[in-house]
T-cell receptor, first 114, second 109 residues
Framework: IAGITQAPTSQILAAGRRMTLRCTQDMRHNAMYWYRQDLGLGLRLIHY???????GKGEVPDGYSVSRANTDDFPLTLASAVPSQTSVYFC?????????????FGPGTRLTVL | GQNIDQPTEMTATEGAIVQINCTYQ??????LFWYQQHAGEAPTFLSYNVLDGLEEKGRFSSFLSRSKGYSYLLLKELQMKDSASYLCAVMDSNYQLIWGAGTKLIIKP
């Protein structure tokens, strides 16, 4: 593994189903983030984690949950998917929380909820 | 509220120069980032400005004026591979990135 990986690459999901998007990084970065990207809108932060064992809510957390059991993994769970959660989801990581900590992005997961 | 504004789309000619503007209003300021995103791919880091002035990095330069809440990304000697979206993002007082919607740059031969 080099950098950040996400799985699956794409998924079509029936409304009401539970889904976990996986994210793993091998850079030993402390901070990790989940964003969604929708056409015409900027990246919007869903949840973040500044270090293993801690998580926080971003701009659009409703309907999503995360956990950070270790440094490398940061899964995002949709408990009961709805069509408005159709989006491209990006996981990112950075070495620290402060300024000038560029975020490195995974390749994204394209999710369609029908 | 927090707001990042940048043009939706711009067109330029191969070999030319293009300037992509970004204006922002955020709660606090801990730096401004520019990212490049090719269609269907992840954003990748281009530049970071925290002090006023121009930062040059090869064909790309980024400028910041904190008093005006304004930045621009300057791309010189445009190449076809520069066709992409360019995302402006500001780090707010909570060290969270606030993102603009991105500017789609189309390069014509």
């Amino acid at each position: 593994i080099a950098g950040i990986t996400q799985a699956p690459t794409s998924q079509i999901l029936a409304a009401g189903r539970r889904m976990t998007l996986r994210c793993t990084q091998d850079m030993r970065h402390n901070a990790m983030y989940w964003y969604r990207q929708d056409l015409g809108l900027g990246l919007r932060l869903i949840h973040y984690s500044n270090t293993a064992g801690t998580t926080g809510k971003g701009e659009v957390p409703d309907g999503y949950s995360v956990s950070r059991a270790n440094t490398d993994d940061f899964p995002l769970t949709l408990a009961s998917a709805v069509p408005s959660q159709t989006s491209v989801y990006f996981c990112a990581s950075s070495d620290g929380q402060g300024a000038y900590n560029e975020q490195f992005f995974g390749p994204g997961t394209r999710l369609t909820v029908l | 509220g927090q707001n990042i504004d940048q043009p939706t789309e711009m067109t330029a000619t191969e070999g030319a120069i293009v300037q992509i503007n970004c204006t922002y209003q955020t709660s606090g300021f801990n730096g401004l980032f520019w990212y490049q995103q090719h269609a269907g791919e992840a954003p990748t880091f281009l530049s970071y400005n925290v002090l006023d002035g121009l930062e040059e990095k090869g064909r790309f330069s980024s400028f910041l004026s904190r008093s005006k809440g304004y930045s621009y990304l300057l791309l010189k000697e445009l190449q076809m591979k520069d066709s992409a979206s360019y995302l402006c993002a500001v780090m707010d007082s909570n060290y969270q990135l606030i993102w603009g919607a991105g500017t789609k740059l189309i390069i014509k031969p």
